[in-house]
């Protein structure tokens, strides 16, 4: 009922009291968990408009959440052959949940970020009305990533509702008032990392007694700080080099590696005029204060952060509309029209990246190059390595996967092909030709290029189709082979 109560909605765009009834409420919530069902194959969901840059964290935190729900460590989500500690398990719980009540289908990994989308939705129209919902639902930027299997619309539910809340409740009284604001950042906390802290900056904007700081702080705490102790203590060596040295300290502060040669401003200016359309109502100059104050969080934290990333302006979206105060006015829905043109427009293709299927069960498979956006790695019973022709893959930032084993060169890694070894490193196109000659119980996946260049006999079926698939004779399960059934769904064989 939460979401309900958290808005009292001003109605300038009808009068008709069934457009809030209950029944109208259901009705909008159903449309937009329909609405917010992705179309795009697993990890191929183009993330930024105007890049194009694929969603491939899905895979890699897919990977993760089908070893939880298939009897894996839930503590400690992992990928591959390695902690996979680059954010807090809360998204990654509810889908392995999801995949365990309902069976192993695309729709149920991502259900849980579908109806947090749906959710954020609702939100939207019971403040702003059936026009905010319309703008919202076509803004191709926010629509496009919806409902995947990522943080972006967990985070941005809880982001809402904290706002909300103390919007509703400006100095937090009451019993639990400040525990439940304490709770839902908390738990942004526990679904990504330092950016779930973002609406404790309200606390400065609404000035409630130091007891509802206190009480506020008590609740985070009990939610977020169990977990985080956990791994403290059993995985140090990966919390501090990943968690806290890659995620916080190196991204944050000095991103090593950026999508785009852009500056800041250029950057994020071309994608916010996606937003323009949901920007237009303000014009009226019927404002909302807390919705305004939050935009101007968002937005300060956004140039803040080094690393640039099309989904971190995901979260403004929503609270631009709610910057408006009350319904918004029937004369700005044909602005929809602006996103609707873009979003109606029917998928890609797979682009080249082939289904994911059993092919390689009981096989050990190394890929040359993550060029599949990780969605090799979703194969069941194989053991899936990658290869990358590098002399040496420097640490990024503290986290040095040669030092922690998990990447190797050729000739270490022929001597000790241990479980945790994710990565080979080989330098040259002849450490390559010696990986594949001395490796004839493991399948290869190369580019057509790479394989033209080498200009060797292999010990293998040579089979060409997307990719050369050099098919062992005589194939291993290798030491670590995916424990997890095959998805259902676009981009996976049947």
Known sequence: MLIFQAVNPQRSSTRARWFNSRLALAAVFAASFLATQNRYPLALAPLDPIAGTPAQDEALYAHGILRMASGGDWLTPRFLGRPLLVKPPLMAWLSAASLKLFGSHLWALRLPNTLAAA????????????????????????????????????????????????????????????WVFGALVGAALMTKWFAGVLPLALLLWARPPMRRWIEVAAAAAIVAAPWHLFQLL??????????LGVELLGYAVNAPLQASAEGH???????????????????????????????????????????????????????????????????????????????????????????????????????????????????????????????????????????LGVAKNVDAFLADPSANVDAVLAGDLDSLRRLIANSPQRDFLLPRKVWAALAMTAPHDVLRDGKVWLKSRAPQPGPRPNQFPLLDGPGFEK
Request: glycine share 8%.
């Open 119 to 178: 959710a954020v939705l609702l939100l939207v129209y019971r403040a702003t009305g059936p026009v905010g919902w319309l703008l919202l639902v076509t803004c191709a930027l926010w629509r496009e990533r919806a409902g995947l299997a990522m943080m972006d619309d967990l985070l941005t539910m809880l982001y809402l509702l904290a706002a909300a809340w103390i919007g509703r409740n400006r100095k937090l009284e009451g019993p639990g008032a400040a």
């Open 265 to 403: 401003l250029a950057f994020y200016g071309t994608r916010a005029l996606y937003f323009l359309p949901l920007a237009a109502p303000l014009l009226t100059r019927r404002w909302n204060a807390i919705w305004l104050a939050w935009c101007a969080v968002l937005v300060g934290a956004i140039l803040a952060y080094s690393y640039q990333n099309a989904t971190y302006l995901v979260p403004l979206a929503p609270a631009l509309l709610l910057s408006h105060r009350g319904w918004i006015h029937w004369g700005f829905a044909p602005l929809a029209l602006l996103g609707w043109l873009w979003v109606a427009q029917p998928g890609p293709a797979l682009d080249g990246q082939e289904q994911i299927g059993t092919r390689f069960a009981g096989r050990e498979v190394l890929h040359l190059d993550p060029d599949d956006q990780l969605r090799t790695a979703l194969s069941p019973g194989a053991t899936v390595r990658y290869i990358f022709l590098v002399q040496h893959l420097p640490p990024n930032g503290p986290l040095d996967f040669e030092r």
């Open 234 to 243: 059993t995985n140090r060596d990966w919390f501090l080099a990943e968690y």
